[in-house]
């Protein structure tokens, strides 16, 4: 892969705002160069603080059994394996990061624990993909359009056939609570019409998942504002404690002029009928009432 390969897809296509991502992840990790920089950055978006195993355990840390490294180039020679924050164990959290330890490992919640999974077969009924990858500390998850549609049978919806455009990626390093709270803010943005897709419906394959697309125009700080308040309100309605303000700081803050409460309301909706929707899902739903 060329330079110029390497760092068109890191803005991808002029999105200014991943290229800040680099820039101050760069900045920070002045220690490697720019090109290196980039590798990390394609290898593991979000990532945070970067250090070999041995400057890991130096630091009382140790890196996870599941943990894969991030493969950069060392000069005149083959190459390096350094890990993030996110791919370590330990007491030890260096200075500067600690709210990202906060924000990428919350407080783990049984209930959360008991919904994750629900949630993961409830995105099959929406007719949304369901994966994990190994993000960095500073990222979670994220949301997109497909560029196949997922085609698959849905047991517990009569076996109807279901045509999945969008995708959400959850962080594999999190813990469940972690997973749980990203999951529904990535599906507030594809349920609140914030993602584009330009594949069709395919013969008589179901789609519950078809928001009119009305985020070209909309500011992030607006976007990340309704899929925090969609997070936030499923999350009282399953019993889950979750707080968007920190989050949202680093945009300024919630918008609460410009964000659509109609788009929110239905888009929890839509998310609480299909908890309804998998076996199980409506008993759990129950059950945190009498909590």
């Known amino acids: ?84 924050f996110a791919d370590t164990e330990g007491k ?26 629900v949630l993961q077969e409830a995105c099959r009924y929406l007719s949304i993909s369901y994966y994990e990858k190994a993000f960095g500390t ?53 349920l609140c019409g914030h993602i584009e897709t330009r594949l069709r419906k395919q013969g008589q394959n179901y789609q519950i998942c078809k928001p009119p697309y009305r985020g070209k125009d909309l500011d992030p700080a607006i976007k990340e504002t309704e899929a925090e308040m969609v997070c936030e309100t499923v999350c009282r309605m399953i019993n889950v404690t979750y707080n968007p303000d920190d989050y949202l700081e680093q945009y300024g803050g919630a918008k609460e002029d410009g964000y659509t409460v109609r788009c929110v309301i239905e888009s929890t909706d839509k998310i609480l009928q299909a908890i309804k929707k998998v076996p199980g899902g409506q008993i759990l739903l129950m059950s945190t009432l009498k909590t």
Do not use: C
């Open 92 to 117: 030890y959290v260096p200075r500067g990061i600690k709210s990202l330890n906060e924000f990428h490992f919350p407080e783990r919640q049984p209930v959360a624990e008991k919904f994750l999974p």
């Open 1 to 84: 892969m060329s330079r110029i390969d390497l760092f068109d897809r890191i803005v991808e296509l002029g999105r200014w705002e991943d290229y800040t991502r680099y820039a101050m992840f760069a900045w920070f990790n002045q220690h490697q160069s720019m090109f290196n920089s980039a590798l990390a950055f394609l290898q593991r978006p979000g990532v945070a603080w970067l250090l070999t195993e041995i400057e890991w355990r130096n630091h009382g840390r140790t890196i996870r059994p599941d943990a894969t490294p991030i493969v950069l180039m060392k000069p005149f020679g083959p190459v390096y394996f350094y890990y993030d």
């Open 138 to 190: 500073k990222q979670l998850g994220e949301a997109g359009s497909r560029e196949q549609p997922e085609i698959y049978t849905v047991d517990f919806d009569e076996n109807k056939t279901h045509q999945a455009n969008y995708y959400v990626t959850v962080s594999s390093t999190t813990n469940d609570t972690g997973r749980v709270h990203t999951l529904l803010h990535e599906l507030g943005h594809i």
